[in-house]
């Protein structure tokens, strides 16, 4: 036997084992892209930095609002100028604030007491304009921690979070609520995304412009785009989205199709960025 085919012997196990893992690693970000053909991306066009820049991002119109546990910031959208800010009184029951959403002129935050139990849900509304606070709807009674609320097909849609392992991150679940507040319908996350939330779990959530729900983990620099099943309770995945911003909250722009705002924690910034590839 040759040094050569000694050597082969020797090595090929370990190279093997290497290409299982590597295949292993992308094979979610591959099933995906080959359910419906080409693979989007974000492409990052601008960065604003933000001091609020801690839990999500929302935008409207003509604004981006970034927001912490106890306080917004309201952003020119086109400066990135700083031109209005809230924060939470002494004594608020505010604790955590998450993903925010506008709709109708008024900003929605998810927020919830977490780590605290039991838990106490809530979303805190304000005047875009003024950023005024005007009014809070509490939902004491739900398990998990609020982490986000989006708007979409006459509905609200809102997450609720649960951290540990991962058969306790797999009871987080999406829920849609009719304008009264009252659930309609719950679904769970795939295992494959529950697997890329670990350790931690579902952070952000907005509906996109090609009618997918795209959902973020705590800090992966990637979106999960997912539809509502036909049957069962169980959203299914179409896509795994690279993006600049690292998970969080993040929000696609309804005045300008294609935009999504997200943060970057670390360096506290909102990272905008487009949508392309398959509409």
Known sequence: MTNTVRECRRLCPSLLAIIAGVLAAIAPQLEAAAEDGKPRVCRELRRFPAVEAHQAAAVDQTHFFAITNRAVGKYDKS???????????????LKHMNSGTVHKGTLYCAHSNWPTVPTKNSVEMWNAKTLKHTGRREFNDEEGAMTWIDRHDGHWWIAFAFYGDKRTVQRTRLVKLNDRWKTQATWTFPATVIDRFLPFSNSGG????????????????ELYALRIPK???????????????????IAWDRSDAGMIYGIHRKTKTVVVSRLEGRK
Not at 79 to 93: I, K
Request: charged share 15%; hydrophobic share 35%; net charge neutral.
């Open 79 to 93: 400066t990135g100028e700083r031109v209005a800010g809230w924060q939470a009184p002494a004594g608020s029951p």
């Open 206 to 221: 907005s509906w996109g412009p090609d009618g997918l729900l795209y959902v973020t983990g705590h800090d992966r620099a």
């Open 231 to 249: 049957k069962g309770s169980t959203l299914q995945l179409v896509d795994i989205v690279p993006i600049k911003a690292a998970g969080q909250g």
